[in-house]
């Protein structure tokens, strides 16, 4: 019966640590397209929040905090998206278009863009938009952590 649950165990364990699927791969490939997409999001909104927001201890204490904390998930998403082929150049900067234009939009179409954008920093000081943690962005994040590439 021992024995058993040893071989169960072993196979398990070569299930779990073998390679993925073409369509895994795909598909992880893009959770990390995603997140190069909207991740950023709350660092584009400080951008667009200039003139808004005082550039001050707590703003820049806030950035460097949600960079430090995120570093994890960024870093594998560079792993992933070099292990699926890389990305053109063209195809970042379409992507970080996209999401200064997004940010800047959600700035503009607020009617106190001051408390937008403080709102924004206190959320990110909070870790409420990091990417393991907001909703948006936590699915692919936690996927993405949880890769084993090979």
């Not at 795909?26 to 709350?42: C, K, S, T, W």
């Not at 951008?47 to 808004?52: A, T, V």
């Not at 954008?117 to 990417?131: H, S």
Request: charged fraction near 25%; include cysteine.
């Amino acid at each position: 019966m021992a024995r058993g649950f040893l071989h169960l165990g072993i196979l398990v364990l070569l299930l779990l640590a073998s390679p993925l699927r073409a369509d895994d791969k795909q598909a992880l490939r893009e959770d990390a397209i995603e997140l190069l997409d909207v991740g950023p999001f709350p660092l584009d909104v400080i951008g667009s929040c200039k003139g808004y927001l005082a550039v001050d201890g707590r703003l820049v204490k806030a950035i460097l905090d949600w960079n430090q904390r995120n570093r994890a998930v960024l870093d594998k998403v560079v792993q992933v998206i070099r292990w699926t082929g890389g990305i053109s150049d063209k195809d970042m900067g379409a992507l970080r278009a996209r999401g200064n234009l997004r940010a800047h939009e959600a700035v503009a179409g607020q009617t106190d863009k001051a408390a937008y954008c403080n709102d924004i920093v206190d959320q990110i000081d909070a870790g409420r938009l990091d990417l393991d943690r907001n909703s948006t962005t936590a699915p692919a994040a936690n996927r993405v952590l949880a890769a084993k590439l090979e």
